[in-house]
């Protein structure tokens, strides 16, 4: 039988993809393990075990929990680490979170995993960006470790680089903060910004339909290719268009202003506090932006959720949502 491990199902993008694969019966409970770093008695993950899910422990720092917790699955959807500290101060290769990726892809072939879907980012291939590097050298172990004559022959692989979150626009937008007025609430009528163009901005609960209809197909039908599961033009935005929204709806308005990198590491360090490694390592994001790397020609996003009667969110809607809550 056919069984699937998941890991970080109390995440963001795991839970959305648990969620989904459950509530549209895309995969039975019974052919579900799911993998955590926290205790199987959480209460995040009670719901799931009341409908006798199997949960077991491991983590990235524990190569035989990993093996351990896979043994007996055919199939493996690992979402990447979130320990982006490893990726600062330009961390050499095999050094930054790709050492945690690296780690689970061993100990899934020593578990007899058969097919990986790995979750990358929507950035392109040899990103400018910070947050991507360890991104692309994971995709690139995959592709050399499953060779011919390599450790994990025969083992095959999808990776799905996900859409940058509607519900992370604050991230881009300068680390713009949310709160009602006079309670923290962000007053900046110009929020400095290192670059900018279209993102296609994809929503998290869209992710998490999309990744569960790849994991109930066949893997045969996926293997080997590598796509992105985002929005087309019609719901790309700049950030000048998001500060334009978020204006629109605090009733004031609100721009961007694009400085150089260097500038742009300034302000963070010395105007709002950020720690010296996160902010150089976050100021490449834009550079990137700055190529169009996240301006996404890509169907497969919609086509999926059209299988559903579903359109993309739109990030109009995520961002009043977050502002009025």
């Known amino acids: 039988m056919t069984k699937l491990a998941l890991t970080q199902p109390t995440g ?33 993950l009670a719901s799931f075990a009341s409908q ?19 043994t007996g699955c055919t199939a493996l959807f690992l979402v990447s680490s979130p320990r982006i500290d490893l990726d600062f101060h330009d961390a050499p290769s095999g050094s930054g979170r790709e050492k945690h990726h690296i780690a689970a892809i061993r100990a899934a072939a020593d578990a007899g995993v058969k097919h990986i879907y790995y979750t990358s980012l929507a950035f392109g291939s040899n990103s400018k960006s910070g947050v991507m590097v360890a ?10 470790f499953t060779r011919p004559g390599q450790p994990g022959e ?31 609430a962000d007053e900046r009528s110009v929020v400095p910004i290192g670059g900018d163009s279209k993102i296609s901005w994809t929503g998290i609960e869209d992710l998490g339909l ?20 985002s929005t087309g033009r019609e719901y790309a935005r700049t950030m000048a268009e998001v500060a334009k929204i978020v204006g629109g709806v605090r009733g004031r308005e609100v721009g961007v202003k694009v400085v150089e990198q260097e500038e ?12 010296e490694a996160f902010a150089k390592w976050w100021s490449k994001t834009y550079v990137a932006l700055r190529d169009n790397e996240c301006d996404i020609e890509d169907g497969t996003l919609e086509e999926l959720l059209a299988k559903k009667g579903r359109k993309p969110k739109r990030l109009e809607e995520t961002v009043e949502e977050m502002l009025r809550a």
Not at 52 to 70: C, F, K, N, V
Not at 158 to 171: A, H, M
Not at 215 to 221: F, I, T, Y
């Open 12 to 44: 963001k993008l795991g839970n959305a993809t648990l969620r989904a694969l459950l509530s549209h019966n895309l995969i039975s409970p019974s052919s579900l393990i799911l993998s955590t770093s926290s205790s199987p008695s959480d209460s995040r």
């Open 52 to 70: 006798g899910i199997e949960i077991r422990t491991a983590t990235y720092d524990s190569p035989s929990s990993m093996t351990e917790a896979w």
């Open 135 to 144: 991104h692309n050298r994971t995709e690139d172990f995959l592709a050399e």
């Open 154 to 184: 025969g083992m095959t692989y999808t990776v799905i680089r996900e859409g940058l979150y509607n519900e992370s626009w604050p991230l881009y937008l300068g680390q713009y903060e949310l709160g009602e007025a006079g309670k923290g």
């Open 210 to 229: 999309a990744n569960a209809l790849i994991l109930a197909d066949e893997p045969e039908k996926w293997a080997g290719k590598t796509l992105y599961l």
């Open 264 to 275: 742009y590491e300034r302000y963070c360090m010395q105007e709002r506090g950020q720690d």
